[in-house]
């Protein structure tokens, strides 16, 4: 079973950056496409971005497209989201998970995804 280990979250002003990474406990982790999630309080879980097991294609949420992106090194079995021209409005718990195979729920639902990882706090002041 793999287990996604999340960091790299904190408090940051508008128009700042941060990186957060999502590193997986076994060799395995380089053979699924990973998604990042991310949940506000009192709001649905919203997809971000996703990477295939090669690093391309990715697809990104119209909110993120352009500031945000994602990267991938299975020799280190992490997933990364650079989070460039941050806004307040990108506030929330961000989260990573794996790409099920044979899920029959578009890449943007939460439903596709599994062994999601323990999220961390972004925010972003005004």
């Known amino acids: 079973q793999v287990q996604l280990v999340v960091s790299g979250g904190g408090l940051v002003q508008a128009g700042g950056s941060l990186r957060l990474s999502c590193a997986g406990s076994?060799?395995?982790?380089?053979?699924?496409?990973l998604g990042w999630f991310r949940q506000a309080p009192g709001k649905e879980r919203e997809f971000v971005a996703r990477?295939?097991?090669?690093?391309?294609?990715?697809w990104y949420a119209d909110s993120v497209k352009g500031r945000f992106t994602i990267s991938r090194d299975n020799a280190k079995n992490t997933v990364y989201l650079q989070m460039n021209s941050l806004k307040p409005e990108d506030t929330a718990v961000y989260l990573c998970?794996?790409?099920?195979?044979?899920?029959?729920?578009?890449?943007?639902?939460?439903?596709?995804?599994?062994?999601w990882g323990q999220g961390t706090q972004v925010t972003v002041s005004s």
């Open positions: 990477i295939t097991q090669s690093g391309a294609p990715t």
């Open positions: 998970a794996l790409d099920i195979p044979g899920r029959s729920y578009s890449y943007t639902s939460p439903a596709r995804y599994d062994y």
């Open positions: 076994r060799g395995t982790f380089s053979m699924y496409s």
